[in-house]
């Protein structure tokens, strides 16, 4: 007789964890299935030399929900975050600093434009307006479009809201949903350093450029980041997002659960068309319910081996636009660089670049945009004293481009290098103590990251 459970999570990434300690929360026997010999998947913590600690994929924390952590007592399970602390942008004609300090911020926007000082407030408390409008659907059962209609009936509150929202407020909040990030910030703001920093919150894991279409609503996503009630608050848990697996982990433990590490999930079987098994080295499992971390594609491709919902709906999945492709270069050195403060994001003459698709390029230009991000700055405890870590982020043309991966590693490490020598981080090939290079490739063979697609796993 087949070795029964409650319920199986294939995979043991951060939202597979976060499901499989709900579950067990509940009451459930429940087993997570992980095929690596760690847990994690995007949320991970390494350390390729010692004293340097490197976070693999996911970088950030934004979007977990502050009733996650409270629900599951994470805090007690060792989770401590990390407010960031600010972005930094370079331009020819000098630089934008915004800072946690709010009157900091608006003298240093100041510098650039009166007009962007004076609605820099206004602003903000619109787009938090619209936040705090939409926060109550994130926490709503997502409606199946196919299945009952009744399950949009939980939305009608929401509707009945937006008719008692200011004018302002509801066409600013249209203008997101329907428009561009590059517009909506155009409206308010001319500074070309401000206009490009915000705008390009609307372009991380898309396949867009600022003015496309949709790149408001992906903006306004950026918004839900949310620490102890304060929105677009982003955060780092000490000693990298790994340390949100090893909470999630002795919290699932402590409440019975089983994990299994090296245990790939061979298909995942169904009787009259429901799953009601996972193969596991040949052996079955079965269960009451499953839950899979793995993505869409290779959940419903791969596992289950059938079209989802008919044909047409399945070859729709398949031809699906996935996110972008990454390069991630991490740098450990020696030295501290304190003029670089949480977020870079390069622009100077590359800003035209992000008016366009630019990801839709099929070769790696000369030019290129560059995403620094310096996680020493929040938690020192990453690198040995009087180090730093650094990594850098690059957009770059698609896994299916016929690009030759393990061969570009090495000159873009170098380029990109160059590049941060030469602007940001003075000295910078000079002071390397370490190095790594994380190619489209390796998210898609390592992590299984489809097409290579980079950093589209925040936590959620």
């Not at 560059?370 to 850098?392: E, K, M, N, Q, V």
């Amino acid at each position: 007789m087949a070795e029964r459970y409650n319920a199986i999570v294939v995979g043991g990434g951060h939202n597979g964890l976060t499901t499989a300690a709900y579950l067990a929360k509940a009451g459930l026997k429940t087993l997570v299935l992980e095929r690596r010999s760690i847990l994690g998947g995007a949320t991970l913590t390494e350390s390729p030399v010692p004293g340097f600690k490197f976070s693999v994929a996911s970088y950030l924390v934004s979007l977990l929900r502050p009733q996650v952590i409270r629900e599951l007592d994470l805090s007690k399970h060792g989770l401590q975050m990390a407010p960031s602390v600010g972005t930094y942008t370079p331009h020819w004609d000098g630089y934008l600093d915004r800072r946690t300090d709010h009157a900091d911020t608006i003298r240093e926007i100041r510098k650039w434009s009166h007009r962007d000082a004076d609605n820099y407030d206004d602003f903000k408390q619109t787009v938090t307006d619209i936040t705090r409008f939409i926060r109550p659907a994130i926490d709503l059962p997502a409606p199946d479009p196919y299945g009952d209609p009744q399950e949009w009936l939980a939305y009608a509150g929401l509707a009945k809201e937006f008719g008692h929202l200011p004018l302002r407020t509801k066409g600013a909040l249209l203008d997101l949903i329907t428009g561009s990030a590059y517009d909506f910030l155009s409206r308010w703001f001319e500074g070309e350093p401000l206009v490009g920093t915000m705008s390009a919150s609307g372009i991380i894991g898309t396949f867009l450029g600022i003015k496309s279409p949709g790149t408001g609503m992906v903006f306004l996503h950026h918004y839900f980041g949310e620490i102890d009630g304060s929105f677009r608050e982003w955060a780092l848990p000490r000693g990298g997002t790994g340390a949100l697996i090893h909470a999630m982990v002795r919290l699932f433990q402590d409440l019975g659960g089983e994990i299994r590490l090296n245990s790939p999930v061979e298909r995942i079987t169904l009787a009259n068309g429901r799953a009601d098994g996972v193969v596991v080295g040949g052996q079955t499992l079965a269960f009451d319910m499953v839950a899979s971390n793995a993505d869409v594609v290779h959940t419903y491709q791969r596992l289950l081996g059938q079209e989802p919902r008919g044909r047409k709906e399945g070859a729709r999945l398949a031809a699906k636009r996935h996110s972008m492709s990454l390069f991630v270069i991490y740098f450990g050195t020696k030295g501290h660089y304190p003029d670089i403060k949480h977020h870079t994001i390069l622009l100077g003459e590359r800003y035209e670049g992000l008016l366009t698709d630019i990801f839709q390029k099929k070769v790696l230009g000369e030019d290129f945009s560059i995403y620094l991000h310096r996680p020493t700055a929040t938690d020192p405890s990453l690198a040995p004293s009087g180090c730093d870590t650094f990594y850098a982020l690059a957009p770059v043309p698609h896994l299916d481009s016929g690009t030759d991966w393990s061969a570009q590693a090495e000159p873009m490490r170098q380029a990109v290098a160059r590049r941060l020598s030469e602007t940001v981080l003075p000295g910078l090939e000079e002071n390397l103590q370490t190095s790594k290079v994380v190619t489209p490739q390796t998210f898609h063979d390592r992590l299984w990251s489809y097409k290579g697609a980079g950093f589209g796993q925040e936590p959620l």
